[in-house]
């Protein structure tokens, strides 16, 4: 369902999008994707989430990611 979140932050001048949370192979995992469909750069920062990982589903996701190009990254790889 569209929110009006990416126009919203396209029209700011926002270009990255980070997602963390619960849980990266499924809110999270939908969330990035999303915002790469929607143009963002988009990274999930790793330590920062937590799977439910059901039947190998966090490697599903991250495999899916993947293919969408959402990247994966700490959270030491963020310079403040």
Same mark, same amino acid.
């Given at each position: 369902?569209? $929110?009006?979140?990416?126009?919203?932050?396209? =029209?700011?001048?926002?270009?990255?999008?980070?997602? $963390?949370?619960?849980? $990266?192979? #499924?809110? /999270?995992?939908?969330?990035? *994707?999303?915002?790469?469909? @929607?143009? #963002?750069?988009?990274? /999930? +920062?790793?330590?920062? $989430?937590? @799977? +439910?990982d059901?039947n190998?589903?966090? =490697? @599903?996701?991250?495999?899916? *990611?993947?293919? &969408?190009?959402? &990247? &994966? +990254?700490?959270?030491?790889? +963020?310079? =403040?």
């Open positions: 369902t569209a $929110t009006g979140l990416g126009g919203y932050l396209k =029209a700011r001048g926002i270009k990255t999008v980070y997602v $963390t949370g619960l849980a $990266t192979d #499924f809110c /999270v995992a939908w969330t990035a *994707m999303d915002a790469r469909k @929607a143009g #963002f750069d988009t990274y /999930v +920062i790793e330590d920062a $989430t937590r @799977a +439910i059901l190998g589903s966090l =490697a @599903a996701a991250w495999k899916q *990611m993947t293919e &969408k190009g959402v &990247k &994966k +990254i700490q959270s030491s790889d +963020i310079v =403040a």
